[in-house]
Each structure stands twice: as structure tokens, then as C-alpha cells.
């Protein structure tokens, strides 16, 4: 499977410290995290377009959901995948983010409609340079 040892997300540089694993991915804890409990599910090859996912991506993704520590069938939760520069994509190797919604009377920061929520909470917080 390639690789590239620049790349932050490749298994091989030794730079991730996975939790779980699949024939086909992975899954890290996020470490510039939005929300707190923010996982990231990484495809193992350094692939940078949604297209060129294995064709049973699909069942890697539910699998190494199941092993998020938080998640339950009935969790409220976001899978947000930024592809491309505009749409906010900063690390050539694709990966998916994983993140908890709450309830709005637990003072959850990561309650409201969607994404854009927080779209709104991330714009709030200081740029970090990757």
C-alpha cells in the first residue's frame, strides 16, 4: 500500500498512535480537537480523494466506529470529511473526523444544527498552524 513518509496520517512514520485497526484503516484520537471526544478515521494507504477509497471503505468506517469510545447505536454524532483546499481540507491524506454532539441542557459545545454550529464555534478559536 503506498505511503508517505512526509505525511502525518501514514501508519508507517510512526507519527500515529492507533487505537484500532482494519484491514483498510484506522482510528486516532484528533489531536487539534474542536469539540472534546473528536476521533479521526483514517483510510491506511495515503489516498487523497474520496474516489480512490477501497471499494469496502464502507465497512472499515462502521468498524472502527464501533471502537470510538463514546459511540452507542443511539449516540448523536457528526462524520465530516473536508475534501479539497476550499472546503477546508489542510492534510493531503483524506481523513474523517468523528465528533459527540450533546444536549443542549448538558452545555454541550458541540449542540445545534449540524455543521454549522460548528462552523460557528471553530471560527471563534485561534488559527493553528499544521
Same mark, same amino acid.
Given at each position: 500500500?503506498?505511503?508517505?513518509?512526509? /505525511?502525518?496520517? /501514514? &501508519?508507517?512514520?510512526?507519527?500515529?498512535? =492507533?487505537?484500532?485497526?482494519?484491514?483498510?484503516?484506522?482510528? $486516532?484520537?484528533?489531536?487539534?480537537?474542536? $469539540?472534546?471526544? /473528536? %476521533?479521526?478515521?483514517?483510510?491506511?494507504?495515503?489516498?487523497?480523494?474520496?474516489?480512490?477509497?477501497? &471499494?469496502?471503505?464502507?465497512?472499515?468506517?462502521?468498524?472502527?466506529?464501533?471502537?470510538?469510545?463514546? *459511540?452507542?447505536?443511539?449516540?448523536? %454524532?457528526? =462524520?465530516?470529511?473536508?475534501?479539497?483546499?476550499?472546503?477546508?481540507?489542510?492534510?493531503?491524506?483524506?481523513?474523517?473526523?468523528? %465528533? &459527540?454532539?450533546?444536549?443542549?441542557?448538558?452545555?454541550?459545545?458541540? *449542540?445545534?444544527?449540524?455543521?454549522?454550529?460548528?462552523?460557528?464555534?471553530?471560527?471563534?478559536?485561534?488559527?493553528?498552524?499544521?
Amino acid at each position: 500500500m503506498p505511503t508517505n513518509p512526509n /505525511c502525518p496520517l /501514514c &501508519p508507517d512514520n510512526g507519527k500515529v498512535d =492507533i487505537i484500532e485497526e482494519t484491514k483498510n484503516g484506522y482510528l $486516532v484520537e484528533a489531536r487539534d480537537q474542536p $469539540v472534546p471526544g /473528536c %476521533f479521526l478515521i483514517v483510510p491506511r494507504e495515503h489516498i487523497t480523494h474520496i474516489s480512490k477509497l477501497p &471499494p469496502m471503505w464502507q465497512m472499515d468506517l462502521t468498524d472502527l466506529l464501533d471502537s470510538v469510545p463514546w *459511540y452507542t447505536r443511539e449516540a448523536d %454524532f457528526n =462524520i465530516s470529511l473536508n475534501q479539497g483546499k476550499k472546503a477546508g481540507q489542510t492534510l493531503g491524506h483524506i481523513h474523517f473526523w468523528v %465528533f &459527540p454532539r450533546g444536549d443542549e441542557q448538558e452545555g454541550s459545545v458541540s *449542540y445545534g444544527k449540524g455543521a454549522a454550529t460548528l462552523l460557528q464555534l471553530v471560527r471563534t478559536l485561534e488559527p493553528v498552524e499544521i
